[in-house]
């Protein structure tokens, strides 16, 4: 029997985050309770990724498990943050011993959030080391937090017409496996309830009073358009008490880019960076292929979430606004 929990019910994990709220940016950090770390693979679909470390979750990598992964705003600029987490594994005597110390193995992915709020101002070694703090009491929440907080949608004809996300989570248990998942929505396309096909937040019409169609926009017109950027990338990690070594991790990460496919549209374009970390961390035993299923399945309801739980800020309406003004245009 399935049910759902919350993502901090999954054991082996710490979940922190911190963000500056008038900038505009933050961070979210998972770490590892053991010592040994966890193991992690990764699936990248997005043309623009930010990205840290992603050479250790390839299959061919030595490296058989991590010690943490971040999930950033700031960009490129912001990959930064992952040294503060380094920092505070490094004092908790946590990392890969190499004689004279332990390194800890940190892989980071961020989204572009810099036109949210002051651009020059990007999470940074002192964010991901507050972010780590916080881990230690769980302070996770969905909504305008971590990474989530400069997080927006529907970009396709420009941030005048886009509406504020932010981060969001969802879990399930079956018996004694646990699978969830934390992702932050960045994207270039619109967000649909995966089940009912009704579009949740996205594009918005020129007066804000109703939706456009990104996809739509985008078949008007065959003409080659040079540079789409307008700041996106959906971040995302799925974590399952289930045993499994980096290859099927990888494979289950990929797996989950389905839930990415039947919420955003369009999706893993070449203006998004979408990259999904999948980690385990127990030992329980449990099918590969029913793991992954669920792993879609969750990052969907997750996506749902994000979008539902963001509340407007920066200029960008969220979804309680957009919806409550949807219901009063068709009473009008």
């Not at 332990?102 to 972010?131: H, N, W």
């Not at 009073?209 to 358009?225: G, H, N, P, Q």
């Not at 999904?276 to 029913?290: C, H, P, R, W």
Request: charged share 20%; hydrophobic share 40%.
């Amino acid at each position: 029997m399935k049910k759902e929990i919350t993502i901090t019910d999954i054991k082996g994990i710490r979940i922190g985050q911190t963000e500056n709220k008038e900038a505009g940016t933050g961070c979210t950090v998972i770490l590892s309770e053991s010592g040994q770390g966890m193991c992690a693979g990764l699936d990248v679909r997005g043309g623009g990724p930010a990205s840290r470390e992603s050479e250790l979750l390839k299959p061919l990598a030595a490296a058989n498990a991590i010690h943490g992964i971040v999930l950033a705003g700031g960009s490129a600029f912001g990959l930064g943050a992952a040294d503060g987490v380094m920092r505070y594994l490094e004092e908790h005597d946590i990392g890969f011993d190499v004689g004279v110390t332990k390194v800890p193995l940190v892989c980071q992915a961020d989204l572009f959030d810099l036109t949210a709020g002051d651009a020059s101002i990007r999470p940074d070694a002192e964010m991901g080391y507050k972010a780590c703090l916080n881990a230690e009491r769980g302070n996770y929440q969905d909504g305008n937090f971590g990474a989530g907080c400069g997080a927006t949608v529907g970009k396709f004809a420009g941030m005048d017409c886009c509406m504020k996300s932010g981060i969001g989570s969802y879990a399930v248990q079956i018996g004694t496996l646990q699978v969830g998942a934390i992702v932050a929505v960045n994207a270039l396309g619109d967000i649909y309830d995966w089940k009912t096909g009704m579009k949740l937040a996205g594009l918005l019409s020129e007066d804000h009073r109703s939706f456009r169609v990104t996809e739509e926009l985008m078949y008007a017109s065959t003409e080659v358009v040079e540079n789409k950027f307008t700041g996106n990338t959906t971040i995302g990690v799925i974590i399952t008490n289930a045993k499994f070594e980096k290859s099927a991790l990888c494979k289950i990460a990929g797996m989950a880019h389905d839930g990415y496919a039947r919420s955003i549209r369009p999706v893993h374009t070449t203006a998004d960076g979408d990259s999904i970390y999948a980690v385990s961390t127990g030992e329980i035993l449990a099918d590969q292929d029913l793991v992954g299923t669920l792993a879609a399945e969750v990052m969907s309801e997750a996506i749902i979430n994000a979008v539902k739980s963001a509340e407007s800020a920066y200029g960008y309406p969220g979804y309680r606004e957009i919806i409550n003004d949807l219901a009063d245009t068709k009473t009008e």
